[in-house]
């Protein structure tokens, strides 16, 4: 095959493609959809499919286990167990995890690890600070929904070909 006809074979590859839509998501201004928070069902043994953003934090499931921190120690060491005073009746220590996400690798063992339901992964992926300081989310901050204002797209998958729409 000579270099004339690679040349072409090449162009005509390239001017099939022209009228498909992409699959190239415009980022910030869109967002994948995704059904729901990442979670963990201990008792069926099944991950629930979730975007693996920033975690959510529910205080009132959580017993101070420390089982996300266990599971996120030989990982990458993101997760600190700190005391918080605030009266919960299920976690009478009144410890509860801090995540610093300069650490995260996003994995969500944690997730899978928590046998209470009291943590998930959002779709909230855009955590942009300035100083690592501002990088860990206390209990708190993990409590609150993430507020996401971008605009929320579909996938379809057919036969061999991807797009949103």
Known sequence: MSIVTGTFRALAAALKQLPKKRMTLRYPETQLEMPGYYTYDPKLGVAKPGYKGRHILWLDKCTGCQLC?????????????????????????????????????FCGFCVDACPFYALGMTDDFNLVAYTKKELVYSPEKLAVPPKVTRPKVKVKFEKDVAFHE
Do not use: G, L, W
């Open 69 to 105: 921190s266990i599971a996120c120690e030989n990982i990458s060491q993101a997760i600190e167990m700190v005391k918080v005073n605030r009266a919960q009746p299920n976690n009478k220590k009144s410890i509860f995890p801090q995540v610093d996400y300069a650490k995260c690798v």
